[in-house]
């Protein structure tokens, strides 16, 4: 699957907005920003599973840094009692990009479930997210990154994928 | 031993600057004995989130020592932690276990690691776990005088350094209550390390 938007233009963008670490999971669209987020000096921490990345990206915060937690929607559903307690009770303002499973796909690879729940399940986690669908909306994904740091606010990104 | 007779110890010889993480029984311990800025009792926590936060706390810190402090239901709640703590690979970063065998709070269950809850399969052992995981600082300590005598060696190697330490459970124990509001308390701690931060001179 190819992302929507370049590796590099991603990674510049972290850069630009002052992301120290890129907490993540990969999958096989988000995977591929990999070698220029640490090729531009971004430090990417590897979890094993997504629960893991909002906790690791609360202590990253609180000593100082600027994390952005990078997963699949899949891991978003994985790690929803990790988020909640990041998020909602120490209120610590994590911005994220989520990966929105067969957004692109619907008409040839229908019956993908990530499509049902995905935004029912970021509402009820009362997470500010903006689709972005296509690579004209650039600047929709870095004003609500930017937004999120300037407020201090969790703020995400759903990034459509899978059209190959 | 108990969690606190181990902690005890810890509280002795636990520097100014140092971070100490505590979670479930070993937060309500570890605040028995005082409060300090550079406390962050994890509650509410996610369990099992305490090792991921400290490694977070280490990579951004790495001029403070990151002392977790967690029991053994938390830590197979996020095994995984432990592979992602050593491929980070924190010189910083003391992980502690307090091993009793249940889930203590919740009326004292075996968890699926110990002997009384694996239908005749022999116990999980923790450090082996923690060694394959890549950890090459590891200590396991069975008695109050075993920790007593080890600790500054654990508190001293270079890390991610990772001990299970055998306790025993508390029968009627209960959870530890949260010291005051979350993001109150995120906000004093941040302005804690920044405090140490300046009085360092670091950027």
């Not at chain 1, 002052?18 to 531009?40: C, K, N, R």
């Not at chain 2, 002392?67 to 709640?77: E, F, H, N, S």
């Amino acid at each position: 699957m190819t992302a929507i938007f370049p590796g590099a233009e991603v990674a510049g963008l972290l850069r630009d907005c002052g992301i120290t670490h890129v907490v993540t999971v990969p999958d096989s669209t988000l995977g591929q920003w990999e070698p220029d987020i640490e090729a531009i000096g971004i430090r990417l921490v590897r979890v094993c599973r997504e629960g893991e990345a909002w906790a690791v990206a609360a202590g990253l915060y609180l000593g100082g840094a600027r994390p952005l937690v990078m997963m699949q929607c899949t891991g978003l559903f994985e790690s929803g009692d990790s988020l909640r307690d990041v998020l909602h009770d120490w209120q610590l303002p994590i911005p994220s990009i989520i990966g929105y499973r067969s957004y692109l796909s619907q008409e040839t690879l229908p019956g993908d479930t990530c499509l049902t729940f995905t935004e029912p399940i970021l509402r009820a986690w009362q997470i500010d997210y903006c689709l972005v669908t296509e690579s004209a909306h650039f600047d929709l994904m870095a004003g609500q990154i930017r937004t999120s740091l300037a407020e201090g606010k969790a703020r995400a990104v759903l990034l459509a994928e899978g059209k190959a | 031993m108990t969690g606190l007779e181990a902690l005890r110890q810890l509280h002795a010889v636990r520097r100014d600057h140092d971070v100490v993480i505590s979670a479930m029984g070993a937060a309500r311990d570890w605040m028995s004995l005082g409060t300090h800025p550079r406390d962050w009792v994890f509650v509410p926590s996610s369990m099992g989130q305490a090792t991921s936060l400290g490694l977070g706390l280490a990579l951004a810190r790495p001029d403070l020592r990151v002392i977790v402090l967690g029991g053994d239901g938390g830590l197979i709640m996020n095994l995984g932690s432990l592979i992602t703590i050593t491929g980070q690979a924190p010189a910083n970063l003391i992980i502690l276990i307090f091993d009793n065998g249940v889930y203590e709070v919740t009326g004292a269950q075996p968890t699926p690691a110990a002997e009384a809850g694996r239908a005749g399969a022999p116990p999980v052992d923790l450090a082996a776990l923690a060694r394959a995981s890549g950890f090459e600082s590891v200590f396991r300590f069975g008695t109050l005088d075993e920790w007593t005598r080890g600790i500054e060696e654990v508190l001293a190697v270079r890390g991610p350094v990772f001990a299970v330490l055998t306790i025993t459970s508390i029968p009627g124990a209960t959870g530890p209550r949260s010291p005051g509001p979350a993001p109150e308390r995120a906000r004093r701690f941040i302005a804690a390390l920044l405090e140490r931060t300046q009085a360092q001179g670091l950027p």
